[in-house]
């Protein structure tokens, strides 16, 4: 339980420093962050003809089905709770994988500087995530609005 208890200690001490350092214009990037990973799940689903192209041409289509909903979900879900800061270091770490892969196995093999290449599109949002992680969601998030009223007992009695 040691263990447990430092973990919870240093996390703690991180969302304290952050709160203390977190300026608003961090807040609003970060609801932009949201906004085009949303954006980016919707044009997923707008193109979806294209993601059944990729899926149908290898042979393990089923894990490629199952990794494209896992990307299109994790775009709309993370990227609505990246807007309303719910969750926010959780769902970034969700988000992650996704976008590595991204990079791995579609952008990289593009090149940077490729006619309709992704790459640096991707890794901008791959280090604005990382942000995130470390900072959290700040002050105008539901996370900051549970944190500051979570001793307060509603009695409706």
């Known amino acids: 339980m040691n263990s447990i ?9 991180i969302e304290h420093w952050t709160n203390q350092h977190h300026t608003n214009w961090l807040d609003y990037l970060r609801i932009l962050l949201g906004i085009v990973l949303l954006i980016k799940g919707i044009t997923f689903i707008a193109n979806k003809e294209q993601v059944i192209q990729i899926i149908s041409n290898n042979e393990f289509w089923v894990f490629h089905y199952i990794i494209a909903h896992y990307v299109i979900g994790g775009y709309i879900v993370c990227g609505t709770a990246i807007i309303i800061g719910l969750f926010t270091r959780l769902v970034v770490l969700f ?3 996704a976008l590595l892969g991204s990079i791995i196995f579609v952008d990289m093999h593009k090149g940077l500087l490729a006619i309709n290449s992704e790459l640096a ?3 901008i949002i791959l280090a604005l995530l ?3 992680l470390f900072y959290g969601s700040g002050k105008i998030s539901v996370d900051y609005y549970i944190q500051m009223h979570k001793d307060k007992n509603f009695d409706i009695s």
Do not use: D, G, Q
């Open 95 to 97: 988000e992650i994988p």
């Open 5 to 13: 208890a430092a973990i919870r200690s240093v996390r703690e001490k």
């Open 121 to 123: 599109y991707s890794i």
């Open 130 to 132: 990382l942000f995130f």
